[in-house]
């Protein structure tokens, strides 16, 4: 199956112009270097999955693309242009949000909230606000939810609200920050489809994060691997090599194909290498 | 019960009731009961203060509550926010009696900061009272959104460019606006009860959010006509009547949200039945 | 040295036998509270332990309608009060503030009441006064055998569950798993706070008994990580204010205008206030260090391309 995106550039080659650009960033949080010099870039339509172990730095990585961290150096263009502190077109979805159950917020009213979240005023009723929330709950397969309190969903049920929140506002990029962390199987095969669908037919920018990547390869256009600091990025064929993250841990690792998944493993002897047609 | 004095009553009593009720459904929305506690406390030290000076209660009382809400705001940042939140409030509280033990006519006066004095407003109150009431009641109107993002979503808010720091401070400036003018009529320590207990017992009758609004604004009038009537009938203080029907309200509420639980459970399509716990 | 001895301590310091049961009861109830108010800030409970002497309020104006002793009645209500707040649920960490703030509006509602029949039916008007902010030189010595045997029980107890209740106050998950009995050990917490509470309230006055509570603990737990130590030091900076205190108050009957001494609880809560401030500044001036070291590096890493840059080009 050919990737939307790779279908969009066909139909219309302007999509292919990136709609983010990560240039050089380094960052250094309490003097420790957490990132460095890393690049890569976002196409409108595509799903990329923003890989690597805990504590790699993708959260901080999301923050500065978010502009709610400065880098130490390099730069982030969003649609041609640098970064500004004045309204940005990122959609994000954090990765705890604690909704208290008691509440008095319907799913709705929180989807509400991601139009107009940030102006003055009290909001007045208005039908074209209303078919805004209900088209994205809809989007998202969470129509049925719209009118129950969000803080008494199930985790899965209100990534997708948060997900419609972010998106209501129609952003050309949107931002998840392991969203498939303490999903159970079914909702995690269900988000990731639905993001994929969601990239397609919005023709946005969508980036994952996760610490897994097998969840995300039946729909990752690209990857962004992040390990030791330093990032690559492309295709799953070019970057989830031994080679590629050899160098990023500094310390060999092993790719190994299972199936249709993979495996990176720290430490096994080199020479008995499988290597599997994938 | 309605004569020519008690009609200033009446009117300054539900102009608090509709301020207390709007800025304590943000209150408990945002988990900041304690704060709603201090600092009515912490301003009744600056009419102490006022007091003692000689100058108008209601300028100590406004001073005084700026000072705690944004001193916890402030402190806030780096520590604790309930611990800094008990050190304030002790700190003015602190203040309070400092002045009040140089202060030579305490007794009544002391009490009625701290519990209340509702049958005693007279007609100069009423303006201000009015005036304080509309620039709260705007001012919650005017940041209802944002403040409701950043309540909710704190992390997705900075993201889109909201600052939560600063909306706290607007909040906490709010709260301390709302408790300069209640704390003559309620006292300090039944202000924060008229906060609480109507807007606690709101939320579990409704899930929208301005519905909840609302309802806790007529919770809050009805428990406040419902003490001022009790205590002129009484003579007892409108402060225990304040406290009693706020729990009263808010245990019927949860009474209510109780019996209404298992319909909302069987009529939810939800798979797998994960509900919070 | 004599006249140094006379200038920090005012004359007939030492042989007031006010001031010897308050220093001795001030201590002991210093130690006690700042034992429990760690384990009330690690636990993220301050409002309920301020709430819990607020309604102790109730209790001590109970007592006084009733003419029993108000430390009778800051005991029974508080103990009354920690069971109320068990039951609304304040151990779990959501919607706590809110059902401590229900309690709380009701004590205070009720002691409204109490307050206003001590003043119309026994007129005690100095009620108000002592129970609210406290009378540390007008503690009568019968009162201190109930008072050490509550502060003997109040340490007893934390001393008892000290390790269940570290471990449960960290993670109750955690705990849980261990076998901890976390509801039991909860319970047993909020006797000790109660009692603590209460010795506060006797000595500095019901509302401000917090800032015993509080105060020195979180101002021990910036300092230090480690439980024993914060443990230590919360009862050294608790002591030391309360110890201070009293001095500068029996010092301050001879400040101008003479003969009318500042109230204790001010000088002990400011004391207790001061002491956390200096955490804070310790801990601004520790952040500005390390800023100003990483630009002190930045600068050298800077200088240091800069002479490659030249030797390259």
């Not at chain 1, 380094?26 to 010099?37: D, N, T, Y």
């Not at chain 1, 989807?111 to 209900?134: K, N």
């Not at chain 2, 009272?129 to 309540?151: D, E, F, K, W």
């Not at chain 3, 001590?60 to 009060?81: E, I, N």
């Amino acid at each position: 199956m050919p990737g939307p995106g790779a279908s969009d550039a066909q139909s219309d080659p302007g999509a292919r112009d990136p709609v983010l650009e990560v240039e050089g960033i380094s960052v250094s949080l309490g003097g420790r270097e957490v990132l460095g010099e890393v690049s890569f870039y976002l196409l409108p339509g595509q799903l990329t999955g923003l890989i690597g172990p805990n504590g790699a730095g993708k959260t901080t990585l999301m923050r500065v693309i978010l502009g709610l961290q400065a880098p130490t150096a390099g730069r982030v263009t969003l649609a041609g242009r640098p970064h500004s502190s004045g309204r940005r077109p990122a959609g994000y979805v954090p990765q705890k949000v604690v909704l208290d159950p008691d509440m008095p917020m319907r799913a709705r009213d929180l989807v509400a909230l991601g139009i107009d979240g940030h102006r003055f005023g009290i909001p007045l009723p208005s039908r074209s606000r209303r078919q805004a929330v209900e088209e994205m709950l809809e989007a998202v397969d969470a129509l049925h939810l719209a009118d129950q309190r969000v803080g008494r969903l199930s985790g899965g049920e209100q990534q997708r609200v948060l997900i419609a929140h972010a998106l209501v506002s129609r952003p050309s990029i949107i931002l998840l920050d392991e969203p498939l962390a303490s999903l159970d199987l079914r909702s995690e095969q269900e988000v990731v489809s639905l993001l994929a669908r969601i990239a397609e037919r919005q023709k946005i920018a969508v980036l994952i994060s996760a610490h897994e990547m097998n969840p995300l390869l039946p729909v990752m256009d690209r990857i962004v691997y992040v390990a030791g600091g330093r990032a690559a990025s492309g295709t799953t064929e070019e970057v989830v090599t031994t080679e590629v993250l050899s160098s990023l841990y500094g310390q060999h690792v092993d790719v190994l194909h299972v199936h249709d998944r993979i495996v990176v493993v720290a430490g096994a002897d080199p020479g008995r290498e499988p290597r599997s047609g994938a | 019960m309605f004569s020519g004095f008690m009609m200033n009553t009446w009117i300054v009593a539900s102009i608090v009731a509709l301020v207390a009720g709007v800025v304590g459904f943000f209150t408990v929305l945002r988990g900041s009961a304690f704060v709603a506690h201090a600092v009515p406390q912490g301003a009744f030290a600056g009419a102490a203060a006022a007091s003692l000076l000689g100058m108008n209660t209601l300028l100590g009382l406004g001073v005084f509550a700026l000072a705690a809400g944004l001193g916890i705001g402030v402190l806030g940042r780096s520590g604790r926010h309930d611990v800094v939140t008990a050190l304030a409030l002790v700190v003015m509280l602190g203040l309070g009696a400092l002045f009040l033990s140089r202060s030579v006519e305490y007794a009544p006066e002391i009490y009625s900061l701290l519990f209340g004095e509702v049958l005693g407003v007279s007609r100069s109150q009423v303006a201000p009272t009015s005036v304080l009431a509309l620039v709260c009641i705007a001012g919650v109107l005017l940041v209802y959104r944002p403040l409701m993002t950043v309540s909710v979503v704190p992390e997705i808010a900075e993201a889109r460019g909201l600052s939560v720091y600063r909306m706290e401070m607007l909040f906490l400036v709010l709260v301390a606006l709302a408790t300069s003018m209640t704390v003559p009529v309620v006292g300090a320590l039944l202000m924060f009860s008229l906060m609480i207990g109507p807007a606690a017992a709101a939320r579990s009758l409704t899930d929208r959010p301005l519905v909840a609004m609302t309802l806790s604004v007529v919770l809050a009038l009805l428990t406040v006509w419902l003490a001022i009537a009790a205590s002129y009938l009484s003579n007892w203080p409108v402060g225990f009547f304040v406290g009693a029907l706020g729990a009263l309200s808010y245990g019927m509420a949860r009474g209510w949200l109780f019996l209404r639980k298992p319909l909302t459970r069987s009529g939810a399509i939800t798979p797998g039945g994960a509900l919070g716990t | 040295m004599g006249q140094m001895s006379t200038l920090v301590f005012a004359p007939g310091f030492f042989h007031s036998g006010a001031v010897g049961v308050a220093v001795a009861v001030g201590g002991a109830v210093a130690v006690v509270s700042a034992c429990v108010g760690v384990f009330t800030v690690i636990r993220g409970q301050s409002f309920a332990g301020h709430a819990l002497s607020d309604v102790a309020t109730t209790g001590g104006s109970g007592a006084f309608v009733l003419g029993v002793s108000p430390l009778t009645g800051y005991v029974v209500l508080g103990l009354a009060a920690a069971a109320a707040m068990d039951l609304v649920g304040i151990q779990r960490a959501r919607g706590r503030d809110v059902a401590t703030g229900i309690v709380l509006g009701a004590g205070l509602g009720l002691s409204a009441l109490f307050l206003y029949f001590d003043t119309t039916m026994r007129a005690t008007t100095g009620a108000t006064m002592t129970i609210l902010f406290g009378s540390m030189f007008a503690i009568s010595s019968s009162t201190i055998p109930l008072i050490a045997v509550l502060a003997a029980v109040a340490l007893g107890v934390t001393a008892l569950v000290y390790r269940p209740l570290m471990l449960s106050s960290l993670d109750q998950e955690i705990a849980r798993a261990a076998g901890v009995p976390v509801r039991l050990v909860g319970v047993l917490y909020l006797l000790g706070l109660a009692i603590a509470v209460a010795l506060s309230a006797v000595t500095i006055g019901a509302i401000l008994s917090t800032a015993l509570l509080v105060g020195p603990a979180a101002t021990a737990l910036r300092i230090s990580r480690r439980p024993a130590t914060a443990l230590a030091l919360a009862s050294l900076i608790g002591v030391g204010s309360v110890w201070l205190g009293i001095v500068l108050a029996y010092d301050s009957f001879y400040w101008p205008p003479r003969g009318h001494g500042w109230p204790v609880s001010f000088f002990v809560v400011t004391l207790v206030f001061v002491f956390y401030l200096f955490t804070e500044a310790r801990v601004l001036h520790r952040l500005a260090r390390s800023r100003a070291a990483l630009a002190r590096l930045a600068a050298r890493f800077a200088v240091h391309r800069q002479a490659r840059i030249q030797a390259g080009g």
